[in-house]
């Protein structure tokens, strides 16, 4: 499940999603979460051009095709899960018959499970396909997209479990997680459960 992002100092972002979301969301959910991605992205590129963060964002090791950290709970808000939902339905279907397999499976496999069990059972997320690659980039949730790591062999040993603690980049994590925060908050406010709800859950219910 994500972690409520560590660090204040994109705090604002927060702030500018949560008003922004409430603009959009009577264009619905989807858009509230593009809203939000757009928001978080622009701030990523701001703090890459400030001397202050942009070390701090230095030695991305994640790439096309490494997926170990496509193995842990995510959760997500019903706006990300309606954005999730578009990339879904817009696969061929023989992929999506492939994914509704996986997600039946995997629900019952994390039944129950904490954030912790979750990782220890090493089951790869439903949107994962053969190649390591997520079967729907464009359209991944928050917490997807802030989870950056400094070294791909770390997250293999901690996956492999090893008690090691994975580099994640805290600059990205904080910005994608005060942009989910933000996005929660919005949709609280319009009425609407803001959950989280785990993306395995979530998937179970647009195939369904
Ligand atoms: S949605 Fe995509 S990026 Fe996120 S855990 Fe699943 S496969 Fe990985």
């Known amino acids: 499940m994500i972690p409520r992002p560590p660090e204040a100092p994109f705090a604002d972002v927060e702030v500018r999603v949560r008003g922004a979301v409430a603009g959009h969301l009577p264009r619905g959910l989807a858009a509230a979460a593009r809203t939000a991605i757009r928001i978080a992205d622009r701030a990523l590129a701001d703090a890459g051009r400030e001397p202050g963060t942009r070390g701090r964002m ?7 095709g490494c997926s170990w950290c496509c193995h842990q ?7 990300e899960q309606a954005l999730l939902a578009e990339g879904v339905l817009a696969l061929p279907a023989g992929e999506r ?3 509704r397999g996986s997600v039946a499976a995997a629900v019952n496999r994390t039944r129950g499970l904490d954030q912790r069990q979750w990782w220890a059972a090493r089951l790869p997320c439903p949107l994962l396909a053969e190649d390591g690659r997520c079967a729907v980039h464009s359209t991944r949730p928050l917490p997807c997209r802030g989870y950056n790591s400094a070294d791909a062999e770390h997250c293999r040993r901690s996956l492999e479990g090893e008690a090691t603690r994975v580099p994640v980049l805290a600059v ?3 910005i994608y997680g005060h942009a989910q925060a933000g996005l929660a908050q919005a949709l609280a406010a319009a009425g609407i459960a803001p959950g989280p709800v785990s993306l395995v859950d979530a998937l179970a219910a647009v195939l369904a």
Do not use: D, S
């Not at 230095?58 to 096309?64: E, T």
């Not at 709970?73 to 706006?79: D, L, N, R």
């Open 58 to 64: 230095a030695g991305l090791a994640c790439r096309a």
């Open 73 to 79: 709970m995510v959760g997500i808000t019903p706006a």
């Open 97 to 99: 018959a492939r994914i």
């Open 172 to 174: 990205q994590w904080g």
